[in-house]
C-alpha cells in the first residue's frame, strides 16, 4: 500500500510515466494527399482511381457529398495519448465540427470535413504521430486491442505489445495494399473481452508450459452475412503470430474473391472452402511463410515490451469495489453510482479503470481537452483507450484519486453513469453521415441511452451485461449482431406510408467462448425502438427465475426454454406486437418520420466506400 | 527583420515577459511591411498635423512589438471594441474604448466618420483594433474604418486575453483624446450588398465565400458559396495563422491569387470580417465583404441552398 502511494506520487509528480510512443504519421503523404485532390479537381485524376486513393489514406466520402469527407484516424491498440486527443480537439474545431467520434473500432472520426481541407488535418495528425493511412479501403484496418489489455485481472499477459507490432509491421506494407477486401485484426486479453470472434483474424494471450502464445480464430466478422471465427489450432506460439497473420493475409489476397464486392470478406472465402481445408491451407502457407521470408523483413517485426513500466503487486481482491457491495439505486448520490457502473478493478492493487460514457461515441473539442489534463493529471500510464462500446478508459487510476476524477468529469459533463451498463448503447453514424445509411441508428443510440439512464437501468444489476447495438443499415457498423438486444436499420411500407424501421436481434455476444450470433426477432418503427425496449424489461422481469440476468433470459427464450408465460421467441413476439403498431400516418405523421428529422421519411442511399 | 527596427528600444525589448523567438514566423512577415512615411503636410486646417513628424504605415495585423513601440512613441491610436465594462476592467495602454455595438447601432458612413472624430483619429493616424472574440469583432470595427477611407488601420496579432496572460501592461482609465476631423472617402472595393452578391452568380472569376462553422453551412447557404469557415483562420496564440498556412488554404482550395473574393457570414459581418483579413493575407488583392450577410439575403427572400439528406446536427455531443 505504501510502496503504491510512494509509486502514485512520483508518478504524478514527473508527469507519470509515459510509454515509448509508436510514430504511426508519415509527412509526405499529407503533402501527396493535397496534391491529388488538386489533380482530381482539375479533371486530371479519373473518379474511380481518386476514391481508391482517398480511402486508402483514410478519407470516407461523406453522406450524398462527395465533397466532404470523414477522417478515420486509425488508433492503434486503442491507445491515444493526451497531446493527441488535444490535437484532434484543435483539428476538429478548425476544419471539421467542432467535435470527434469514438468508432467501434477504436477509431477516432471527424465527419464533415471539406475534401480540400483533408490533407491540413493529416499534417496535425502527423504532428502527433497519428495516422489515417488504411483506415479505409481494401487494407488491414485498425489493428484492435482490448482496453482491458495489461490490467485484465483473468488475463494472462497484456497482448498490446503484440497488437502494435503486428500493426507497425503491416502498415504500409505492400502485402496490405490490395487485398480484395478489408482485413481486421482484433487482439483479445481474456476470453470475455476484445471481440475476438467476429475479426478475419482474432486472437487470445494464452501460455503452454510457461511459454506465451495465442489462441487464434480466423474468418470471423458481422455484415450482411456474418460467421463467428474459428480456431486455427490449440495453441499457436508467440513465434509464429507474426507467420500465421502473414500466412492467412496472403491466401486472401491470393484467393479471396476480387469481383463480387458484396462477398469477398475473407469469412465467405473460407465459408465457400470449408473451414477444415482453409484451415489445412493457413497451416502450409504458414510453413512456406517460415521457410521463405527474409530475416529482414522478420525483423521488421518486433515486439516492444514496455521497459520503464514498473511492475505493480498484483491484488488480489480484484472482483469488487466497496461499493458494489451496497446496493445502489437512482437514489444513491452520483458518485456512488458513478462508482459502481463505470469504474472497475484492475489485476493491480489499488488500480481502478474508469470509463467515459459518451452518447454514441460523441466528445466535444473542449470536453477532449478537459479530458486531456485529467489523464495526465490521474492515469499513471497516461493515455486513454478507446473502447468498442464508444467510450474511453482511462486506466491506472489510483483509488484515493477516484473522487477527484469524479469531480472533474462531473464539471466538463463526463460523469455520465451507465458506460458498463445496458445504457451505454452503441450506435454507428447513420445518416448523420454516411451514404449506406437508411435510418438515423446514431440519434436513436443517444436517445435510448438517456431514456434508460433517466429510467435508472444503470443500477440494476439484472441488466448489467445486457447490451444493445444499433446500426443504420444491415451493414455491421454498430455491431448490432453481438447484442443482447441489437437492431438495425431498414424502410418499410406501413399503412401505406414509407416509415424508418428497425429490425430487432436478440441474443447475441462477442465472447470467445460461446460467441454467437443475433437471431433476428422482429421490426419495430424506429419510433417504437424505446418502447419496445421497455417492454423486453418489463416482460423479462415478470417472468425470470431468481438470479437470472436479462442475457440470461433472452437466452433462454431463443432457444425455446422458457417457463411461465413466454417459452419461445413467438409468445415474445406475440406480447411484443401491439407495442410495434402505429397509428394511422394521419393521425400521428411524427411516428413515421426518423429521429432528428421533420420532413417525410425517404430511404435515400448512395454508393457505400466500405469496399474500395 | 522588423520594420520598426530604428524605433526598437533595448530596455523595453528586456522587458518581455515571453520569448520573442518562439514567435511564430508569420509575426515577423507580418511587422515587415510597416513602412515610415513622411507625412505630406498639405492641408494645414487639420489639427492633428502639428507636431507629427512621421507616420507609420501599418500592416494588415500588427505585431505586439510594433503596437508596444507606437504606444511608447504615441503614434497610433488603440482601438478597443469589447464592451464597455470590459474595457473599463482593463485594457490596453492608451486605448480608447469603441464596443462594436455601438459602431452597428448607426453605421452610416458619416456616423463612422463622426465616430472617428470623437476618438480622436485623423487621416492618416494609424489605428490598431483589438477585441476578445478571436479577432472577429476587431476585424468588423477594422473593416468599417477602412471602408469609409481610414486605410491605416491593422488589427492586433492576438485577443485581449493573450495580451494580459503574457504579462504585458495593462491599464484601467478611461482614455480621451482630443477630438479631430477625419474626411469621408469611402472605399467602394471592399464593399458588396445583395445585389452585387447576386450579380456575381456563375462568374467562375468572383468566389464566395461562406466563413460560417460547417454545419451552419451545411444546412443553408447562398447558391455558388465556398465555406471557409472562422475556425481555420486563427490559432490559440494568434487571431490570424501564419500567412504561409493562410495561402496554402487558399490554394488547397483551388482560388487564385487575382480571383475577386467576397465574404459573408450570419448576421453583421463579424466572422466574415476576419475571413476578409484572413484573405487579404494570404495575398488576395480584391475583397469584398456581404457585410449584412446571410440574414439580409433571406430577409430579402433571395434563393438558398439546403441540404436536408443527412443527420448532421446529430453528431453534435452537446
Not at chain 1, 267 to 282: D, S, T
Not at chain 1, 297 to 320: H, M, R
Not at chain 1, 356 to 383: H, N, V
Request: glycine share 6%; hydrophobic share 35%.
Amino acid at each position: 500500500m505504501k510502496k503504491n502511494e510512494e509509486l502514485t506520487k512520483i508518478n504524478h509528480e514527473q508527469g507519470s510515466f509515459v510509454k515509448p510512443k509508436e510514430n504511426w504519421g508519415l509527412e509526405k503523404e499529407t503533402n501527396n494527399f493535397a496534391n491529388k485532390v488538386k489533380l482530381y479537381r482539375q479533371g486530371k485524376l479519373a473518379d474511380d482511381d481518386f476514391r481508391r486513393f482517398r480511402l486508402q489514406h483514410g478519407a470516407y466520402g461523406s453522406r450524398l457529398r462527395p465533397d466532404y469527407s470523414m477522417i478515420r484516424i486509425k488508433v492503434p491498440s486503442g491507445e491515444i495519448t493526451p497531446e493527441q486527443l488535444e490535437k484532434i480537439a484543435t483539428l476538429s474545431e478548425a476544419f471539421s465540427i467542432g467535435s470527434a467520434h469514438v468508432s467501434t473500432r477504436q477509431n477516432i472520426q471527424l465527419h464533415w470535413v471539406q475534401l480540400e481541407d483533408v490533407s491540413e488535418v493529416m499534417r496535425g495528425l502527423v504532428e502527433v504521430g497519428l495516422t489515417t493511412r488504411e483506415a479505409c479501403g481494401n487494407t488491414v484496418r485498425n489493428v484492435m486491442c482490448s482496453h482491458f489489455a495489461g490490467v485484465c485481472p483473468n488475463e494472462v499477459f497484456d497482448a498490446t505489445p503484440y497488437s502494435t507490432a503486428i500493426a507497425k509491421f503491416l502498415l504500409r506494407n505492400p502485402m496490405s495494399q490490395n487485398l480484395p477486401r478489408k482485413f481486421k485484426i482484433n487482439f483479445g486479453c481474456c476470453n470475455k473481452h476484445g471481440l475476438v470472434r467476429i475479426a478475419d483474424i482474432g486472437l487470445v494471450p494464452d501460455l503452454r508450459d510457461g511459454k506465451k502464445g495465442f489462441r487464434i480464430y480466423l474468418g470471423g466478422g458481422l455484415g450482411a452475412a456474418s460467421f463467428i471465427g474459428h480456431l486455427l489450432e490449440d495453441f499457436t506460439s508467440e513465434e509464429q503470430l507474426l507467420s500465421t497473420c502473414m500466412a492467412t493475409i496472403r491466401l486472401f489476397d491470393r484467393l479471396g474473391n476480387r469481383d463480387n464486392m458484396a462477398r469477398n470478406r475473407m469469412r465467405y472465402l473460407v465459408n465457400e472452402i470449408g473451414w477444415e481445408k482453409f484451415q489445412k491451407m493457413v497451416l502450409k502457407e504458414r510453413a512456406i511463410v517460415e521457410m521463405t521470408v527474409s530475416e529482414f523483413t522478420k525483423n521488421l517485426y518486433q515486439v516492444n515490451f514496455d521497459d520503464s513500466y514498473v511492475p505493480l503487486k498484483k491484488s488480489t481482491k480484484y472482483n469488487s469495489l466497496p461499493i458494489v457491495e451496497t446496493n445502489i439505486s437512482t437514489t444513491s448520490n452520483g458518485y456512488d453510482r458513478w462508482l459502481h457502473t463505470n469504474v472497475v478493478p484492475q489485476k493491480q492493487e489499488n488500480y481502478f479503470t474508469i470509463f467515459i460514457t459518451l452518447g454514441a461515441g460523441d466528445i466535444t473539442s473542449s470536453q477532449l481537452r478537459s479530458l486531456a489534463l485529467l489523464i495526465r493529471k490521474f492515469s499513471s500510464e497516461s493515455i486513454a483507450r478507446n473502447t468498442p462500446q464508444q467510450n474511453f478508459a482511462i486506466r491506472y487510476i489510483y483509488n484515493n484519486d477516484l473522487p477527484a476524477v469524479y469531480k472533474k468529469l462531473m464539471a466538463i459533463g463526463l460523469a455520465n453513469p451507465g458506460a458498463l451498463t445496458i445504457t451505454s448503447a452503441v450506435g454507428c453514424s447513420g445518416t448523420t453521415s454516411c451514404n449506406l445509411a437508411i435510418t438515423n441508428s446514431h440519434r436513436l443510440a443517444k436517445e435510448v441511452q438517456r431514456t434508460l439512464l433517466e429510467l435508472g437501468f444503470d443500477v440494476d444489476n439484472d441488466l448489467r451485461n445486457s447490451t444493445i447495438k444499433i446500426s443504420g443499415c444491415p451493414n455491421s457498423c454498430g455491431q448490432h449482431e453481438i447484442a443482447t438486444i441489437g437492431f438495425f436499420g431498414g424502410a418499410a411500407r406501413i399503412e401505406n406510408s414509407m416509415a424508418p424501421v428497425y429490425t430487432m436481434l436478440f441474443g447475441g455476444n462477442g465472447y470467445e467462448d460461446e460467441g454467437k450470433l443475433g437471431k433476428a426477432v422482429m421490426r419495430v418503427p424506429a419510433k417504437r425502438v424505446i418502447d419496445v425496449i421497455k417492454k423486453i424489461v418489463e416482460l423479462y422481469k415478470n417472468e425470470k427465475s431468481s438470479s437470472e440476468t436479462l442475457d440470461m433470459w433472452i437466452d433462454r427464450i431463443i432457444n425455446n426454454n422458457g417457463n411461465g408465460n413466454i417459452k419461445n421467441m413467438d409468445d415474445i413476439k406475440t406480447l411484443l406486437t401491439p407495442v410495434t403498431q402505429l397509428p394511422p400516418f394521419e393521425e400521428d405523421q411524427e411516428l413515421y418520420q426518423d429521429y432528428g428529422n421533420d420532413i417525410k421519411f425517404v430511404a435515400k442511399t448512395a454508393r457505400g466506400e466500405c469496399a474500395a | 527583420m522588423c520594420g520598426l527596427i530604428n524605433l526598437k528600444n533595448k530596455k523595453s525589448q528586456a522587458k518581455l515577459k515571453y520569448d520573442i523567438q518562439s514567435k511564430p514566423k508569420n509575426v515577423n512577415v507580418k511587422s515587415s511591411n510597416l513602412k515610415q512615411q513622411n507625412q505630406k503636410q498639405t492641408n494645414n486646417t487639420k489639427t492633428h498635423s502639428k507636431g507629427k513628424g512621421t507616420i507609420y504605415k501599418l500592416p494588415i495585423v500588427c505585431d505586439v512589438e510594433t503596437l508596444r513601440t507606437l504606444i511608447r512613441k504615441k503614434a497610433a491610436r488603440v482601438v478597443d471594441v469589447r464592451r464597455i465594462e470590459d474595457y473599463k476592467k482593463g485594457h490596453i495602454p492608451t486605448a480608447v474604448s469603441l464596443p462594436l455595438a455601438n459602431l452597428l447601432s448607426n453605421d452610416s458612413p458619416e456616423h463612422i466618420v463622426k465616430l472617428l472624430e470623437t476618438l480622436g483619429i485623423y487621416d492618416e493616424m494609424p489605428v490598431v483594433v483589438y477585441d476578445d472574440t478571436f479577432g472577429a469583432l476587431a476585424a468588423r470595427v477594422a473593416w468599417t474604418f477602412q471602408y469609409v477611407g481610414h486605410e491605416n488601420t491593422s488589427l492586433l496579432e492576438m485577443t485581449y486575453t493573450n495580451w494580459k496572460n503574457l504579462g504585458l501592461e495593462i491599464e484601467n482609465r478611461i482614455n480621451k483624446f482630443p477630438e479631430t476631423t477625419h474626411s469621408l472617402k469611402l472605399n467602394h472595393s471592399i464593399y458588396a450588398d445583395a445585389t452585387y452578391v447576386e450579380s456575381i452568380q456563375n462568374n467562375p472569376d468572383k468566389v464566395l465565400v461562406d466563413s460560417r462553422e460547417r454545419l451552419n453551412f451545411l444546412s443553408e447557404h447562398i447558391p455558388s458559396a465556398k465555406n471557409i469557415p472562422y475556425t481555420m483562420l486563427g490559432n490559440d496564440r494568434h487571431i490570424l495563422r501564419s500567412v504561409d498556412e493562410l495561402k496554402r488554404f487558399v490554394e488547397n482550395r483551388g482560388i487564385t491569387q487575382d480571383s475577386e473574393i467576397i465574404t459573408y457570414c450570419g448576421s453583421v459581418g463579424t466572422l466574415s470580417g476576419l475571413a476578409f483579413y484572413a484573405l487579404k493575407l494570404a495575398g488576395i488583392k480584391n475583397i469584398k465583404l456581404y457585410s449584412k450577410s446571410f440574414k439580409d439575403w433571406k430577409a430579402l427572400g433571395k434563393p438558398k441552398i439546403e441540404f436536408k439528406d443527412a443527420n448532421y446536427w446529430d453528431l453534435s455531443a452537446e
